[in-house]
């Protein structure tokens, strides 16, 4: 007789409402594990052929019908059945479509929760998926940052990760090394034979060429980090030099507070804009200068500390000013001090004198940047100073057409772990080492690999990923 089929094991039922908290029109609450179906059955009545139970009906259908606490009516909903395996978390599943609001899908969530299912951690649904094999660790990510994605850059890598070309390119590379692997260790079962299944020469060029690879994601970070987090761009220039202004005219909404008083941008706020498909993110920093007041002063150590942290600088000068050529050292120290950081200077106020371009020439001249006049005031220049501020992050038009990008932090210390590895694998087969030591090394670059796409399971590494997520997801 044939074996019947094994399903997945089933976990233990759990609920939770799948859509945010407040007023709409509808709402969702989600079931899944092992026995959803007698659940619901025990508190829904259909409306049609109400005699027939859900436990009964078949996978992805859908319900209208009435929810009963005893005799009480919570609500009228739809309820939709996924069987086994055909479902996100590969479990029973049953989702509750009711009516939006608060107090509603409290209801609903509480009697599901009195019947039987425990309420659902954080991205418990989404680590049923990946515990069933339904989607990798990497897509799991994925549709954690495709809910947070802030820019359509953002969406699109999430939307390319969760469709795994990630995980396809890390799929090849651990099968090379697994293949590099497995011929070092058969080479160490016969070593008493000294026999060499693949020459030295050729594993060094495989583990150079496998490095190389890594290292291509490795760089890939700094920028999917910008996809992800936004180009984080620090506004600077002295007290009235029109940093708010400018702030407010990029953002197109009155966010900062404007005054005529010199150091009123005590502390600094952040904000975002996007342009094109990328996402800026601006602070506006209390004013460069020496000051005397105390919680100013904090304001300026604050604002210095953005300033390291920055991807690009927009250093704002009053050129209208009579002595806009002093601004030239600050601008010149800055550079100095802060080689990596892109720095565009930009000149306002052009609507306060006639030789506004004369004047920005000097100060390109004296400095050696890149200078573009605007009226932050009269929102004049402002196209061309966002057209400015895309092409100076370096290789962020590339960037839009990437397919394969690493975004996350852990992705990427697992990349620069595994390409260690590999660095030290090859100094060993160059320097002719034991076998014993190179396969372990290659081992250590395989399991940094599988670990970012959960090959490599570490119940740590699960609970920080998964505890990002919201309950319901
Ligand atoms: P911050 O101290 O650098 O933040 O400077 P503010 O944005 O508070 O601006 C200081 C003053 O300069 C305010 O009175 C602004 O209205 C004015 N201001 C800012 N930009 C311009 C500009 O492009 N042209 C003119 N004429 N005034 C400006």
Not at 29 to 48: H, L, P, Q, Y
Not at 252 to 268: K, N, Q
Request: hydrophobic residues 40%; contains cysteine; charged residues 25%.
């Amino acid at each position: 007789m044939n074996e019947p089929v094994s399903l997945p094991l089933q976990g233990e039922p759990i609920a939770a409402v799948a859509t945010p908290v407040g007023v709409g029109a509808l709402a969702v609450v989600r079931m899944s594990g092992e026995g959803v179906f007698s659940i619901a059955d025990r508190v829904f009545t259909k409306v049609r052929s109400p005699e027939t139970s859900l436990a009964d009906s078949p996978g992805y259908t859908a319900h209208f019908g009435k929810l009963y606490d005893g005799d009480r009516m919570i609500d009228e909903v739809i309820v939709l059945v996924f069987r086994s395996p055909d479902s996100f978390t590969v479990e029973d599943m049953v989702e509750i479509t009711c009516h939006g609001g608060p107090v509603v899908t409290k209801h609903v969530l509480k009697l599901l929760l009195d019947n039987g299912c425990r309420l659902a951690e954080p991205g418990e649904f989404t680590r049923r998926a990946f515990l069933n094999g339904r989607i990798d660790l990497l897509q799991a990510e994925a549709i954690g940052e495709m809910i947070h994605a802030r820019s359509e850059s953002a969406y699109r890598t999430a939307v390319n990760q969760m469709s795994g070309g990630l995980s396809g390119r890390l799929g090849t590379l651990r099968e090379q090394l697994l293949h590099s692997c497995a011929l070092l260790e058969l080479e160490l079962d016969f070593s008493e034979e000294d026999v060499e299944f693949q020459s030295r020469e050729e594993l060094s060029g495989q583990v150079e060429n496998l490095q190389q690879e890594v290292d291509k994601l490795v760089q890939s970070y700094q920028h999917g980090r910008l996809l992800r987090e936004g180009v984080a761009t620090a506004i600077i220039g002295r007290p009235n030099a029109g940093k708010s202004t400018l702030l407010n005219a990029l953002l197109g909404e009155e966010r900062a507070i404007v005054s005529h008083m010199p150091g009123t941008t005590r502390d600094y706020i952040e904000e975002c804009f996007i342009y094109e498909k990328t996402m800026f993110r601006l602070t506006d920093t209390a004013g460069l200068r020496e000051a005397a007041e105390e919680i100013e002063h904090e304001g300026i150590r604050r604002s210095y500390e953005k300033i390291a942290e920055a991807d690009l600088i927009l250093y704002l000068l009053d050129i209208g000013a009579s002595d806009y050529e002093e601004e030239t050292s600050t601008v010149t120290e800055l550079r100095q001090k802060h080689p990596d950081i892109q720095l565009l200077v930009v000149a306002n106020k052009t609507d306060t004198t006639e030789d506004s371009a004369e004047r920005s020439e000097k100060v390109a001249e004296k400095t050696g940047c890149q200078v573009l006049g605007i009226s932050a005031l009269k929102e004049d220049g402002l196209d061309r100073l966002k057209a400015g501020m895309s092409s100076m992050v370096e290789g962020l038009d590339k960037l839009h057409d990437a397919s394969v990008l690493v975004t996350s932090m852990r992705h990427y210390e697992a990349l620069r772990n595994a390409s260690d590895a590999l660095r030290n694998a090859r100094e060993l087969i160059d320097a002719q080492s034991e076998t014993e030591l190179i396969a372990f090394e290659l081992r250590s670059a395989l399991d940094y690999v599988g670990e970012i796409t959960g090959k490599v399971v570490n119940e740590e590494v699960l609970n920080v990923i998964f505890g990002q997520f919201c309950i319901g997801k």
